[in-house]
């Protein structure tokens, strides 16, 4: 079996309501992200830049054959670091975006594995076959507390502290990385997305686009379907196939290009 490449697709859009788009994400071969960030004063777009940016400059690295697994492993989890690092040197220069911060979560294929690498609460769901599930674990507070059992999914959907992160990329080295890794299967088809379509579109309703054939299809049936809900955030979406057929590709998309 040789390597596992990522045919991927995306589109990152303002939505209805927000004047600028906070949102970036990154395609290539072999590594994947989506960042949402967030801070006023353009806080939100700089943030998500420098993550995906700075993971777009290690990618040569991240992708090296010649490494062992463990240790890609460990590079890719300390890459939140060294984002997490300029996002903090980048704030003290310009005062007015303290406080600004992002979201990543991104995908490497190293192998026969895939690694996630997640931090706030943009999603990474995987198809495979019909079995549709979610493989990030949101890092906010309604999460901690339906993970209590403290509070019921309905009593989630509108609860006041619904978007309230409990860690994210801020530059104050508060991050408690987590790395899980997958096994690569070919065929399997993989979801990034920021808070801006799951906040706004059913497990279901994600499940039932993104089952369409074509990539870019399934991608703009889920854009137009947070539309008619109001798309009240940005949103970026990112379909990925895993395959074992090369592919070329280093692209950027949002406030990161």
């Known amino acids: 079996?040789?390597?596992?490449?990522?045919?991927?697709?995306?589109?990152?859009?303002?939505?209805?309501?927000?004047?600028?788009n906070e949102d970036s994400a990154f395609i290539s071969g072999r590594l994947i992200a989506v960042a949402d960030g967030m801070g006023g004063h353009a806080g939100g777009e700089i943030a998500s830049k420098i993550a995906i940016?700075?993971?777009?400059?290690?990618?040569?690295?991240?992708?090296?054959?010649?490494?062992?697994?463990?240790?890609?492993?460990?590079?890719l989890l300390n890459s939140l670091y060294t984002i997490d690092s300029e996002i903090?040197?980048?704030?003290?220069?310009?005062?007015?975006?303290?406080?600004?911060?992002?979201?990543?979560?991104?995908?490497?294929?190293?192998?026969?594995?895939?690694?996630?690498?997640?931090?706030?609460?943009?999603?990474?769901?995987?198809?495979?076959g019909n079995i549709?599930?979610?493989?990030?674990?949101?890092?906010?507070?309604?999460?901690?507390?339906?993970?209590?059992?403290?509070?019921?999914e309905t009593e989630a959907l509108d609860h006041p502290q619904r978007s309230v992160l409990t860690q994210a990329l801020m530059g104050d080295e508060n991050i408690v990385p987590l790395l899980q890794v997958?096994?690569?299967?070919?065929?399997?088809?993989?979801?990034?997305?920021?808070?801006?379509?799951?906040?706004?579109?059913?497990?279901?309703?994600?499940?039932?686009?993104?089952?369409?054939?074509d990539k870019e299809d399934a991608i703009k049936a889920l854009v137009d379907a947070t539309y008619i809900q109001g798309a009240p955030d940005n949103i970026t979406v990112l379909i990925a196939d895993v395959t074992t057929s090369e592919v070329k590709k280093n692209e950027v998309l949002g406030a990161a290009q």
């Open 182 to 213: 997958f096994d690569a299967k070919e065929g399997d088809r993989y979801l990034l997305c920021s808070d801006g379509l799951s906040g706004v579109l059913t497990e279901k309703e994600i499940k039932t686009f993104i089952k369409k054939n």
């Open 53 to 75: 940016k700075t993971l777009q400059g290690l990618m040569p690295m991240l992708t090296d054959t010649t490494i062992d697994s463990d240790s890609i492993e460990d590079l």
């Open 1 to 20: 079996m040789g390597s596992f490449y990522f045919d991927s697709s995306a589109r990152s859009a303002l939505g209805l309501v927000r004047s600028g």
């Open 88 to 128: 903090g040197n980048y704030a003290r220069e310009v005062i007015e975006l303290r406080g600004m911060g992002t979201t990543l979560t991104a995908l490497l294929t190293h192998n026969k594995s895939i690694a996630l690498l997640h931090i706030g609460d943009s999603r990474c769901y995987r198809l495979r």
């Open 132 to 152: 549709f599930e979610q493989l990030s674990n949101d890092h906010t507070v309604i999460q901690e507390l339906l993970s209590q059992g403290a509070i019921s």
